[in-house]
């Protein structure tokens, strides 16, 4: 089905081509970012790159990002995904978010949050691998995407008026702008020099899809214990998407316990809020740290998503950072003259619309860690005092519901002031 131009790590003779683009990362923001572009204009000549192998299986995508993990859409994210025309066909296989439980292990106080008109959403749960399915098949459509995979990335070499990247399989390829969304070890940000910091939570996150013995009503839950947040995102067929955080040295052994001794661990630390769990799915462990960069933009270079800004889930704030990166790069490039892409204005003029936004998302998130996660009963009152007024004056929660929900001006004039 796929028509793409695929070169499956061919070792060819050392050449060079050019194009408008080079993406490198095929997974979520990389494939997203290449629809997006060529849907405002097909005649792109764009490479993507992935140093992952190609699957076959017509079950599973491409890439090893797109599989039985989850993803939380905000409303925002849901919209973004409409004007691709993508939505319509994700949608029925994505659980709706109409209502979100915080509550803190130990204390009384919680706080229910629900949009402000009755019956929209919040957002919607997604399994990963339908998305890359729905993705693999629209980009299908365009002729002038070219894509090579298990290819790494080995030097970038900047010019004036290009930039020229050294391929693993002995290509070079020249381009206006390369693009880095190949995650939060990303080699793009490394070889242009791009400054980041990582600050390590000491915590990892088990995943694992989950069920109750009660019907989850669209309700995602956010519980917050002495190691770390416990999430249940709502899933179709009944089910609960799993993100456990723990401190690290307890990872291994939770992990690997027996399903039945795993759930009643949970159990006890999450309560019986959402109901008695019967049914527990394979179970990952991703440790946890907080990534970030002061400018992720270089000489014709740009990192997104994951390679720019990497979060800790206990808002599900990551990936609609990063898709919101996505809309914003590919109306900025579209809006250029073709000779314009990758100059210090285009990337300047990017950056300028989404300084702000990841500012505060990084802020907000890492505030909600360092606070809830805090052992200190100095702080247990002042948090819960606050959890208790938002119950009580729904007005003071309204931040919160914004961000959630992620509906955003990306284009506000005054962020090019």
Same mark, same amino acid.
């Given at each position: 089905?796929?028509?793409?131009?695929?070169?499956?790590?061919?070792?060819?003779?050392?050449?060079?081509?050019?194009?408008?683009?080079?993406?490198?990362?095929?997974?979520?923001?990389?494939?997203?970012?290449?629809?997006?572009?060529?849907?405002?204009?097909?005649?792109?000549?764009?490479?993507?790159?992935?140093?992952?192998?190609?699957?076959?299986?017509?079950?599973?995508?491409?890439?090893?990002?797109?599989?039985?993990?989850?993803?939380?859409?905000?409303?925002?994210?849901?919209?973004?995904?409409?004007?691709?025309?993508?939505?319509?066909?994700?949608?029925?296989?994505?659980?709706?978010?109409?209502?979100?439980?915080?509550?803190?292990?130990?204390?009384?106080?919680?706080?229910?949050?629900?949009?402000?008109?009755?019956?929209?959403?919040?957002?919607?749960?997604?399994?990963?691998?339908?998305?890359?399915?729905?993705?693999?098949?629209?980009l299908s459509q365009y002729p002038s995407l070219t894509t090579l995979y298990q290819v790494k990335l080995e030097a970038i070499e900047q010019s004036i008026d290009a930039v020229k990247c050294t391929?693993?399989?002995?290509?070079?390829?020249?381009?206006?702008?390369?693009?880095?969304?190949?995650?939060? &070890?990303?080699?793009?940000?490394? %070889?242009?020099?791009? *400054?980041? =910091?990582?600050?390590?939570?000491? $915590?990892?996150?088990? !995943?694992?899809?989950?069920?109750?013995?009660?019907?989850?009503?669209?309700?995602?839950?956010?519980?917050?214990?002495?190691?770390?947040?416990?999430?249940?995102?709502?899933?179709?067929?009944?089910?609960?998407?799993?993100?456990?955080?723990?401190?690290?040295?307890?990872?291994?052994?939770?992990?690997?316990?027996?399903?039945?001794?795993?759930?009643?661990?949970?159990?006890?630390?999450?309560?019986?809020?959402?109901?008695?769990?019967?049914?527990?799915? &394979?179970?990952?462990?991703?440790? %946890?740290?907080?990534? *970030?960069? =002061?400018?992720?933009?270089?000489? $014709?270079?740009?990192? !997104?998503?994951?390679?720019?800004?990497?979060?800790?889930?206990?808002?599900?704030?990551?990936?609609n950072l990063g898709l919101r990166d996505v809309c914003v790069l590919a109306k900025v490039i579209a809006e250029s003259d073709l000779n314009n892409i990758g100059s210090f204005s285009m990337l300047?003029?990017?950056?300028?619309?989404?300084?702000?936004?990841?500012?505060?998302?990084?802020?907000?998130?890492?505030?909600?860690?360092?606070?809830?996660?805090?052992?200190?009963?100095?702080?247990?009152?002042?948090?819960? %005092?606050?959890?208790?007024?938002? =119950?009580?004056?729904?007005?003071?929660?309204?931040?919160? !519901?914004?961000?959630?929900?992620?509906?955003?001006?990306?284009?506000?004039?005054?962020?090019?002031?």
């Amino acid at each position: 089905m796929v028509n793409l131009k695929q070169k499956d790590c061919l070792n060819t003779a050392s050449n060079e081509t050019s194009y408008d683009l080079v993406i490198i990362g095929a997974g979520m923001s990389g494939s997203l970012l290449a629809l997006t572009l060529l849907k405002k204009n097909a005649q792109l000549n764009i490479l993507l790159v992935d140093e992952n192998a190609k699957r076959d299986d017509p079950i599973k995508h491409f890439h090893p990002s797109f599989d039985a993990r989850c993803i939380a859409l905000n409303a925002g994210s849901v919209d973004i995904l409409n004007d691709l025309s993508l939505w319509p066909d994700i949608q029925p296989d994505a659980q709706s978010i109409k209502q979100i439980q915080v509550s803190d292990k130990g204390y009384f106080n919680s706080l229910t949050l629900a949009p402000e008109i009755k019956g929209d959403a919040f957002g919607y749960v997604v399994e990963l691998r339908r998305v890359g399915k729905v993705l693999a098949e629209a980009l299908s459509q365009y002729p002038s995407l070219t894509t090579l995979y298990q290819v790494k990335l080995e030097a970038i070499e900047q010019s004036i008026d290009a930039v020229k990247c050294t391929l693993s399989n002995g290509e070079q390829v020249e381009a206006k702008l390369c693009i880095g969304a190949d995650g939060s &070890k990303s080699q793009v940000r490394q %070889l242009a020099n791009i *400054k980041s =910091s990582c600050d390590d939570y000491q $915590r990892s996150a088990i !995943i694992c899809n989950i069920q109750s013995a009660s019907c989850h009503q669209d309700i995602a839950y956010e519980r917050f214990t002495q190691s770390g947040p416990i999430a249940l995102l709502p899933l179709t067929d009944n089910r609960f998407s799993l993100v456990y955080c723990v401190e690290g040295d307890e990872a291994d052994a939770i992990a690997n316990l027996s399903d039945a001794d795993f759930l009643m661990h949970l159990q006890q630390r999450f309560g019986y809020r959402a109901g008695i769990f019967t049914t527990t799915g &394979k179970r990952d462990i991703y440790p %946890l740290s907080l990534l *970030k960069t =002061s400018r992720p933009i270089a000489h $014709r270079v740009v990192c !997104i998503g994951n390679a720019a800004h990497s979060l800790h889930p206990v808002a599900g704030q990551g990936f609609n950072l990063g898709l919101r990166d996505v809309c914003v790069l590919a109306k900025v490039i579209a809006e250029s003259d073709l000779n314009n892409i990758g100059s210090f204005s285009m990337l300047n003029k990017y950056w300028m619309y989404r300084e702000k936004d990841h500012n505060q998302s990084i802020f907000m998130t890492d505030s909600l860690v360092r606070i809830f996660s805090n052992r200190d009963p100095l702080l247990s009152f002042p948090r819960n %005092l606050s959890l208790q007024a938002m =119950s009580l004056f729904p007005c003071l929660s309204m931040p919160i !519901i914004e961000q959630a929900k992620g509906q955003f001006d990306l284009f506000r004039k005054e962020s090019l002031s």
